[in-house]
């Protein structure tokens, strides 16, 4: 069964910073990777999505990294603002044939805290 | 944009009544999702469903039922409601699963705090 492990679980860091929250994976069969963002007691939105056969994804001060053969991903957040306090969930689609074609596999989160 | 909508924000049942979380999205989409969130446990999948009147299993789906009667439409029933119950609910829609070079992304409802007393 996909497993998907997200480090740290926590991080909080000072306005203006550049970081890196980290995703791996263990079956490396996927069809995408999927970046979300949640707001406490909020919904998920999702922020950028790379298919297998890519490599990254970029959209504004986000650029999302896949390498799939070792089972990680990363995001990079550039100049971090305290608008992007959230939790970040990294997701892979399972490319299993047959009734859990397709779902999500989840990590945990790596919950942002950016500070003034 | 595509929508997803969960008819109600903010729940609080007895135990033992039987709850309804309905689930609406407005983009023609074939797939349907039942997740709940917990604090230190994640998201994880109740149940699911790729068609109308169709439905699988997720990991947790103990206690739940769902309904998918029409291609818009997908209801979590809680046959009778449990203090173990109490989470966030989360719903969400994607195009169909079967095309390998799907850009599909998954869309999430906005979620129900659901409290069992």
């Known amino acids: 069964k996909q497993e998907v492990t997200q480090i740290p679980a926590a991080l909080s860091v000072p306005e203006g910073e550049n970081l890196v929250l980290n995703c791996s994976f263990t079956?490396?069969?996927?069809?995408?990777l999927q970046w979300f963002r949640q707001d406490p007691g909020k919904g998920l939105t999702s922020l950028l999505l790379?298919?297998?056969?890519?490599r990254e994804q970029t959209s504004g001060r986000l650029n999302a990294s896949l390498d799939k053969s070792s089972g990680r991903s990363t995001l990079y957040i550039a100049a971090s603002q305290p608008g992007d306090s959230a939790t970040y969930l990294c997701?892979?689609?399972?490319?299993?044939?047959?009734?859990?074609?397709?779902?999500?596999?989840f990590g945990r989160g790596t919950q942002l805290t950016v500070w003034p | 944009d595509v929508k997803v909508t969960q008819s109600s924000r903010y729940l609080v049942k007895r135990t033992g009544e039987k709850v309804f979380l309905e689930c609406v999205q407005d983009m023609d989409h074939e797939n349907m999702f039942w997740y709940r969130q917990d604090p230190g446990l994640g998201l994880r999948l109740i149940y699911f469903?790729?068609?109308?009147?169709?439905?699988e299993k997720g990991d947790i789906p103990e206690g739940y039922s769902v309904s998918r009667e029409k291609k818009e439409r997908f209801s979590l029933i809680l046959e009778s409601a449990s203090t173990n119950q109490t989470s966030m609910y989360l719903c969400a829609s994607s195009l169909l699963l079967w095309d390998r070079d799907s850009t599909m992304s998954y869309t999430f409802g906005s979620g129900t705090r659901l409290t069992v007393v």
């Open positions: 469903s790729y068609d109308v009147k169709m439905k």
């Open positions: 790379i298919q297998s056969s890519q």
């Open positions: 997701a892979v689609r399972g490319n299993d044939r047959g009734s859990t074609l397709g779902r999500l596999y």
């Open positions: 079956d490396s069969a996927i069809y995408n």
